[in-house]
């Protein structure tokens, strides 16, 4: 039983380093400086860069919601182009209450499944729009200034937005050399055991 006990724990350590990634992030909800409307026919977009290919399993983003507010549904696509047509969908959501800031509005982390979408190396944009509330209230997508490049359908560049794109990357999935030692010092450990009862 504890060799087949120290097999299993052998196999699941040496699968951990293929579980989902950051594929990236554009840094932390802000809150408190300013956010950009993702509803009413507006598209707000923000660029992201890969450095291998990968599929993307979540997105999740920051918004300033009315007291109250829980957001149901976000459209999105990720394009070539800013505005642009490309993969996406309409994605049910889960809202998490983060705090309320200093202008009395709800600031919240939403997340949703974008399916599992194969993405070669380089940059898209991320297009939001369409966010829907039970109220019909506005929805603004937090303003964090990070590394990426944003704009708004209506104003034109703006500064970027917080989010971050889950997934896994081709370049993730070789196991890195912690976790081959670790691997291999527990095969060591099983071959002593069965040794020890061999002999």
Do not use: H
Not at 49 to 57: E, F, P, Q, R, V
Not at 74 to 93: I, K, L, M, P, Q
Not at 148 to 158: H, L, P
Not at 176 to 198: C, D, N
Request: proline share 5%; aromatic share 12%.
């Amino acid at each position: 039983m504890r060799i087949a006990s120290l097999t299993l724990l052998c196999l699941a350590l040496a699968v951990i380093p293929a579980s989902a990634q950051v594929l990236y992030s554009n840094g932390p909800i802000n809150g408190t400086t300013d956010a950009w409307t993702i509803n009413f026919g507006y598209v707000v977009s923000d660029t992201f860069t890969l450095s291998a290919a990968a599929t993307t399993g979540t997105i999740q983003f920051g918004v300033w919601e009315f007291p109250g507010d829980v957001m149901s549904t976000v459209d999105y696509t990720v394009s070539s182009t800013e505005n642009g047509a490309g993969v996406g969908a309409t994605a049910n959501v889960s809202d998490k209450f983060i705090s309320s800031n200093q202008y009395g509005y709800d600031i919240d982390q939403i997340t949703f499944t974008s399916g599992s979408f194969a993405l070669a190396a380089g940059t898209y944009w991320l297009n939001l729009y369409n966010a829907t509330v039970p109220s019909g209230d506005p929805v603004y997508w937090d303003e964090n200034s990070g590394p990426s490049s944003a704009s708004e359908s209506a104003v034109g560049t703006i500064p970027s937005e917080a989010f971050t794109i889950n997934g896994s990357s081709s370049s993730g999935t070789t196991p890195e050399p912690s976790s081959i030692m670790l691997f291999g010092s527990g095969i060591l450990g099983l071959a002593g055991v069965l040794r020890r009862k061999l002999f």
